[in-house]
Structures are given as C-alpha cells and as structure tokens.
C-alpha cells in the first residue's frame, strides 16, 4: 500500500519567516494530494491540494509543489503569523480507496 | 449547515466492555471513513464505506467493526476494547473516493483502562 512520510516534525519560526513542510509517497499512482491544518483540539481541515496533472498551486500566503518523478511534495507558507500555529498533515490518494496520511508536522510560529 | 457529528465526545471505558462510536452525516456524502490519531504516527485508516452496505478494511482494522446500513450513518464498533486501542478518532466523509475534500468530524477521545 501507500506509504507517505513527512518531514519535519516540529518547526519552529519567526513571525514573518517562510515555512516548508516536505513530504515524499511511495505509491507511483497516487494522483491527489491534499493537505491539512488541525488546530489544538480542533479537527483536521482541508487547507489546500493539488492534484497530479498540476505542479504547482497556491492560495494567498500558501502554495503547494508536486514533483512526480521524485514523488515529492511540500507545502510553503509564505509571511508566517502566530495563527499559522498548528499541526499540518499531508496526504496522497492512489490506486486503492484510501488517503494516507503523514505523520504530522507541528509548525510552531514565535511572535 | 452542513456537518459531520460523532458521538459521544469523551469516553472512557474498561477492557472487554462492547462500546459504539457513532457517526452521522447530512451532506449526502457517498464515502465515509474512520481514522485513528496517535501522537508521531498521523490519521490512520480503520475503515471506510464507499456506500451504502459497502464496507472495506483500512490501515489498522483490528479490533474494529463498522457498518453502514443507512446512507448517512457509519457508526464504529469496538466489541471487546483493549488499552491499545485508546486514542482519539475521527469519523470523515467526502462526496465520493477521497480525491473529493474530506470533512472531519469533531473527534472522539476514547480512554481504555
């Protein structure tokens, strides 16, 4: 099946600084991928995706590459605020019926 | 409004004592899935629904039973819970297969003693 990891677990940033959190996928197949924001205690929520005919997308301060050779993909947040604070999970979708997920990296941003 | 419930919200229970976690959803959503969450290892598939009376195993679906008799319910069973089984779940669903947005439910957090 899928295997997605996801890297770093933790980072930390100045307010203002720019966030990358990379991910890499095993499954060659795989043709969608999402990523998600979960607040403290809050629940998972879709923040932006791209999806494997697309290399690159973005959404105001957020962004997202696709690198299908490499099977990598990472999220950057540009102009980073404390409201950026949260865990982020990326995933992919492939052959099978199921989105696998990373392990989580928690983006920690110091005013 | 459009949502994902889950209920109960916190739960704690002891070793071998049936539990069900159940799971509703009013998009008309086709798919439906359960993930677990454990520190350091993300969300974990259990089980997932493609439709009504479709069911099929995740990642991690030991110990669990699922059913889906009604488009909108999909409700998780732990007939004989164990201590390893104590984390934080979410029930989700999405239009169809996952290449549609998943919605989340708020969580539930089981304790097994």
């Known amino acids: 099946g899928e295997n997605v990891e996801q890297h770093p677990s933790t980072l930390s940033v100045q307010e203002g600084d720019s966030a990358v959190i990379k991910c890499t996928y095993s499954?060659?197949?795989?043709?969608?991928f999402p990523w998600y924001k979960q607040e403290l205690g809050k629940r998972p929520q879709l923040i932006i995706d791209?999806?494997?005919?697309?290399g690159e997308k973005k959404d105001q301060r957020i962004a997202v590459t696709l690198n299908k050779t490499a099977k990598h993909f990472s999220l950057h947040i540009t102009e980073t605020q404390p409201e950026d604070s949260a865990v982020y999970f990326c995933?992919?979708?492939?052959?099978?019926?199921?989105?696998?997920f990373g392990g989580g990296t928690r983006l920690m941003v110091k005013p | 409004e459009a949502q994902v419930t889950q209920n109960p919200r916190y739960l704690i229970t002891v070793t071998g004592k049936k539990l069900t976690v159940t799971c509703s959803q009013n998009?008309?959503?086709?798919?439906m899935s359960w993930y677990r969450q454990d520190p350091g290892l993300g969300l974990r598939q259990i089980y997932y629904?493609?439709?009504?009376?479709?069911?099929d195993k995740g990642d991690v679906p030991e110990g669990y039973k699922v059913s889906r008799k009604e488009k909108r319910n999909f409700p998780l069973i732990l007939e004989s819970p164990s201590p390893n089984q104590t984390s934080l779940y979410f029930c989700?669903?999405?239009?169809?297969?996952?290449?549609?947005?998943?919605?989340f439910g708020p969580g539930t957090r089981l304790t097994v003693t």
């Open positions: 989700a669903s999405s239009l169809r297969e996952p290449s549609y947005e998943q919605y």
């Open positions: 499954d060659s197949a795989s043709n969608y």
């Open positions: 791209i999806r494997s005919n697309v």
């Open positions: 995933a992919a979708f492939g052959a099978g019926n199921m989105l696998t």
């Open positions: 998009m008309n959503h086709e798919y």
């Open positions: 629904s493609m439709n009504v009376e479709v069911t």
